[in-house]
């Protein structure tokens, strides 16, 4: 089966660019979403078909996609951006999530 | 405006068949390009995707659990509804109820509803 790679944790300081990493085979070749979850809450999609905003989700967020590895950058990161994120992708019509990233910002 | 809001039960026993309902409303089960998904997430844990029902009726499940899972819709209720047979201690989780498909991604999510498996 299918499987999404992410790092267990990232850390960033206030104002610098957050990267996350997912990765999986031919990665590229399938389109990767991304989402995040601040405890207590449900995930909200940040990023869709690799690159794009969902309407209300702030410019900083973007989203790329190459090899075998898809990427997400958070640039100028705030306070408010610590949660966890999670990469997914569609295999065939079966559904895959990273096992998701904790972003601290100290 | 879309929202899915799912109900069930609390609290399970071992062995136990859990059913979980999904009323979902602002957009159709059967006529709109999107179809509803069913996730867990264990407490603490990752987000596990279970299954998908597309807009034509089609069905895709987790291939481990396959054998246990069941979803389906009631397209005149506005409902989905997932299945899972034999219940363990390790099901328990927050399962949400995800409006999406495979070029939008997961866009509108349930608030979750927990489920604890306990005798």
């Known amino acids: 089966s299918y499987e999404l790679t992410q790092p267990p944790s990232v850390s960033v300081s206030p104002g610098q660019a957050a990267n996350i990493t997912c990765s999986g085979d031919?990665?590229?070749?399938?389109?990767t979403f991304w989402y995040h979850q601040k405890p207590g809450q449900s995930p909200v999609l940040v990023i869709y078909?690799?690159?794009k905003r969902p309407s209300g989700i702030p410019e900083r967020f973007s989203g790329s996609n190459s090899g075998n590895t898809a990427t997400l950058t958070i640039s100028g990161t705030q306070a408010m951006d610590e949660a966890d994120y999670y990469c997914?992708?569609?295999?065939?019509?079966?559904?895959?999530f990273g096992g998701g990233t904790k972003l601290t910002v100290l | 405006q879309v929202t899915l809001k799912e109900s069930g039960p609390v609290l399970v026993k071992p062995t136990e068949t859990l059913t979980l309902t999904c009323a979902v409303s602002?957009?159709?089960?059967?006529?709109?390009?999107?179809?509803v998904t069913w996730i867990r997430q264990p407490p603490g844990g990752a987000l596990e995707w279970l299954a998908h029902?597309?807009?034509?009726?089609?069905?895709s499940y987790l291939t481990s659990l396959k054998s246990r899972l069941t979803i389906s819709r009631d397209t005149s209720k506005s409902q989905v509804v997932l299945s899972m047979t034999n219940m363990d201690p390790v099901d328990t989780a927050t399962y949400y109820c995800?409006?999406?498909?495979?070029?939008?991604?997961?866009?509108?999510w349930g608030q979750g509803t927990l489920v604890t498996v306990s005798s």
């Open positions: 995800v409006r999406g498909s495979s070029s939008s991604g997961f866009d509108y």
């Open positions: 602002g957009f159709s089960l059967s006529n709109d390009r999107m179809g």
């Open positions: 029902i597309f807009s034509n009726d089609e069905k």
């Open positions: 031919n990665l590229d070749d399938k389109y």
């Open positions: 078909q690799d690159t």
């Open positions: 997914q992708a569609w295999d065939y019509t079966t559904v895959v």
